[in-house]
């Protein structure tokens, strides 16, 4: 999971493990139970969502072939229907992670030993289907490895309807990382790679892009028109974790959002014979308050990303590709971090790119490669912070990855990621020698779901 760290303006200093830390996105067995339908049907690999997965999730997670408690109410008492069996569900996931040369000591990625275990990596568990009628969830709740202890992870509860005879179907929706309500894995909850390091460092991220991750609560409405056209908007507040509430003054505080921050989602999806392709676009604002341990300063850091996105999918008989990609743009202006001594310039830019693919061999197998670039301002305040920054976020590198289904619910991966340019540099990244290769990375991992 993703932690907002000690500010946003040095969280966006600081290198987040594995392009974002390791990826929250399961496929939830409890569904299968509910629906009475094989994993396959809403997944190809999982986490990944075939386009009966996407209608499943905009309908609230409410399709369900189980046995149901039900009253039609009266004299009074509102509806009841709730399935027999609580929908309930497990994840185990463990790694091996090894570096191409250890990080140095003082790294916050530092460690005595190359080729580290982790048994879990994460251990999750769901709670994920039909609430009542027009209602359902996927909440889940996972212990993580470094942190050693258990808390709240993506969540996203939802009411879902239709109307014109089942042309629009139309929702609200709760929850606590932007873009997890998304149907499609080119946007940031939910995407590429699906699984990864946490113990390895990545390039910086957007706010849109994990940022945010379990430390803000948000509402919003979406619909999806005609299977053709689909747009959300949803209005987030901060509400971190382990932090009490209101949150402290002081230089520990974490930076917060000062009113709502506005998230926007707009795409179009459309098939063509064996093809699918998706094109859309999304965003998100908002005005920061740097901790008050950053004093003196006056007003707040604002921050507007917008994105575009794609999904490509096409059918080999058995077999299947599908190519994902996305750019964000992030402009910060930044004159309380500047004022507080936090940042060197009023104003910066941030870019990430990233695209991927995956060809799955039938249901069993899949072989994955992706690019990412990230590129910004130069800033000697802003990214001095973590890791050997040298005042420049620029990083390139790529992931190559092969998967291995034995059973519907069971996976087992190979990932190795290179990086060409870390930190503005393709050697001596950090001035005491560590070149960007350095940080390659070999990631062997098993997931279970039950």
């Known amino acids: 999971m993703s932690i907002l760290s000690r500010s946003i303006t040095l969280g966006l200093g600081l290198s987040a493990a594995a392009l974002g830390f390791s990826q929250s996105a399961w496929a939830v067995p409890s569904f299968a139970r509910q629906t009475g339908l094989a994993c396959a049907a809403c997944h190809t690999t999982y986490p990944e969502l075939t386009a009966f997965g996407r209608l499943f999730k905009l309908n609230g997670y409410t399709l369900t072939g189980l046995q149901q408690v039900q009253s039609s109410g009266g004299q009074g008492l509102p509806e009841l229907k709730i399935n027999e069996i609580p929908p309930f569900s497990a994840m185990f996931q463990t790694s091996v992670t090894h570096m191409k040369e250890e990080m140095p000591p003082g790294s916050p990625y530092y460690n005595s030993q190359n080729n580290n275990v982790e048994f879990p990596q994460q251990m999750s568990f769901f709670f994920a289907g039909e609430m009542s009628p027009h209602m359902g969830s996927f909440i889940q709740f996972t212990y993580d490895h470094q942190q050693d202890h258990f808390s709240i992870d993506n969540t996203d509860i939802r009411y879902a309807n239709q109307a014109m005879g089942g042309n629009l179907i139309y929702g609200l929706d709760m929850n606590n990382n932007p873009s997890v309500e998304d149907p499609w894995q080119s946007t940031p909850a939910w995407g590429y790679p699906f699984a990864s390091s946490d113990l390895t460092p990545g390039p910086v991220a957007s706010l849109v892009d994990g940022t945010f991750a379990q430390q803000v609560a948000g509402l919003g409405a979406y619909a999806m028109w005609n299977n053709l056209v689909y747009g959300d908007f949803h209005l987030y507040r901060s509400e971190q974790q382990g932090v009490s509430q209101p949150y402290p003054l002081g230089p520990t505080a974490n930076s917060t959002i000062s009113g709502v921050a506005p998230y926007w989602r707009l795409a179009l999806q459309h098939n063509f014979g064996e093809n699918y392709i998706e094109v859309g676009t999304y965003g998100m604002a908002a005005d920061m308050t740097p901790p008050s341990g950053a004093l003196p300063y006056s007003g707040r850091d604002k921050y507007l990303d917008t994105a575009l996105d794609a999904q490509y999918e096409r059918n080999f008989g058995e077999n299947s590709l599908v190519?994902?990609?996305?750019?964000?743009?992030?402009?910060?202006?930044?004159?309380?971090?500047?004022?507080?001594?936090?940042?060197?310039?009023?104003?910066?830019?941030?870019?990430?790119?990233?695209?991927?693919?995956?060809?799955?061999?039938?249901?069993?197998?899949?072989?994955?490669?992706?690019?990412?670039?990230?590129?910004?301002?130069?800033?000697?305040?802003?990214?001095?912070?973590?890791?050997?920054?040298?005042?420049?976020?620029?990083?390139?590198?790529?992931?190559?990855?092969?998967?291995?289904?034995?059973?519907?619910?069971?996976?087992?991966?190979?990932?190795?990621?290179?990086?060409?340019?870390?930190?503005?540099?393709?050697?001596?990244?950090?001035?005491?020698?560590?070149?960007?290769?350095?940080n390659n990375t070999l990631y062997v991992y098993g997931w279970f779901m039950w």
């Open 323 to 438: 190519v994902r990609t996305t750019y964000i743009h992030e402009k910060q202006s930044l004159d309380a971090s500047q004022a507080g001594g936090l940042a060197t310039n009023s104003s910066n830019t941030l870019n990430t790119f990233r695209i991927n693919g995956t060809y799955h061999i039938g249901d069993k197998s899949g072989l994955s490669a992706g690019y990412f670039n990230t590129t910004g301002s130069s800033d000697a305040k802003l990214y001095s912070q973590a890791n050997g920054f040298a005042g420049n976020p620029d990083t390139t590198g790529y992931i190559l990855q092969a998967t291995y289904l034995p059973w519907q619910n069971i996976q087992f991966g190979v990932q190795y990621t290179g990086f060409t340019k870390f930190n503005g540099a393709s050697s001596n990244y950090d001035g005491a020698g560590r070149s960007a290769s350095d």
